[in-house]
């Protein structure tokens, strides 16, 4: 097997260094010409294992993207070596913290692109809209033309957005160049303003929008992530939580961990009234995913859910299916979720 599709796995349940203290946690992400990106994979994955980093690193020839997690001068040392990467040393990042592991794995992985928008002509390095720091936000999107568009995936829309906000209801990043292009003509004559988690995908989408002829589009800085970084409660215009692509789930204002659990069988985020459900059976669906599999699925994943259980029990921790929230969310082919950077 080509040492490209492994993903390197760290024991993290034995004697990692930072077992009993506050994990940091990095999202980040940087366009930039990478001439050989499968020889950054190898190095990068080197590097992060020698620094007890888990989480999830994208690298292609478009640049990297990714979100890391580990004690703070694990997380230190690893930002200080991908900022000596071609092109990176301005490399930005949003930071928060976990009480409890955000990833049990490690996992450095080549990508045809770090987001996946299928449109080889969009080039964030080129253009992108005009970018609108957290504090001036909420003015923008108050302005009767401007238009407020979430670029985000209905899995993440459905906890949590802007108020007044229009949903594209995609199941993938790939569709909303199609979502655009059937309703361009509700914008004409509209500002728009566009967000997502950490800002990733607005690069790109700004720019196709920017190549469609549009002439005055925004997207907010840092994103969502750093919006309820920085933006009083009492003052904010979101509502509801964030998802993010890491064990916690979700987010709220301030950054601290929101109330969601995530289904094992279809990664998509619950509330705790979810729980109640007839359709929830843990490990096995929700009432998102209870239609979309066989019984023949549920029966694997009722075995898989026997042996998780059965691991807890002797004190292991069961690597068997990846249970990692960013599991799907790593997929290219574009008919599961989206990495939105994890940023």
């Not at 994208?58 to 997380?75: D, V, Y």
């Amino acid at each position: 097997m080509s040492s490209l599709s492994l993903c390197a796995i760290l024991p993290a349940w034995q004697g990692l260094p930072y077992a009993d203290t506050m994990y940091t946690i990095a999202a980040l992400y940087r366009f930039t010409p990478f001439e050989d990106p499968a020889a950054r994979v190898r190095e990068a994955r080197a590097v992060l294992q020698q620094h007890a980093i888990t989480g999830t690193l994208l690298f292609a020839r478009e640049g990297l993207n990714g979100t890391i997690a580990g004690t703070r001068a694990g997380i230190d040392a690893a930002l200080a070596y991908l900022r000596t990467l071609p092109g990176c040393a301005e490399l930005e990042h949003k930071e928060s913290t976990a009480a409890e592991r955000p990833f049990w794995k490690l996992k450095v992985r080549l990508k045809s692109e770090i987001v996946t928008m299928g449109q080889p002509d969009v080039d964030p390095t080129g253009s992108v809209g005009t970018y609108v720091p957290a504090t001036e936000w909420n003015a923008l999107i108050s302005a009767p033309d401007v238009a407020v568009i979430d670029t985000r995936n209905r899995y993440e829309t459905g906890i949590g957005t802007f108020e007044g906000a229009i949903d594209p209801e995609t199941d993938s990043f790939r569709e909303f160049p199609q979502w655009w292009q059937d309703n361009a003509a509700r914008f004409e004559g509209k500002r728009i303003a566009m967000f997502c988690t950490g800002g990733i995908r607005c690069e790109k989408s700004t720019n196709y929008l920017l190549s469609q002829g549009v002439k005055d589009v925004y997207h907010l800085q840092g994103g969502i992530l750093k919006y309820l970084e920085e933006m009083p409660e009492d003052d904010s215009k979101w509502s509801g939580s964030c998802f993010v692509f890491d064990e916690r789930v979700s987010v709220e204002h301030g950054l601290r961990e929101g109330v969601h659990s995530l289904c094992r069988a279809c990664r998509r985020p619950l509330h705790p009234d979810d729980l109640t459900r007839n359709t929830y059976e843990e490990g096995v669906s929700c009432h998102q995913c209870y239609a979309e599999t066989s019984d023949a699925d549920k029966a694997r994943f009722r075995e898989r859910q026997r042996q998780i259980a059965l691991a807890k029990a002797r004190g292991a921790r069961h690597l068997g299916p990846d249970t990692d929230t960013s599991t799907k969310a790593e997929t290219d082919n574009g008919t599961q979720k989206d990495v939105d950077s994890p940023v």
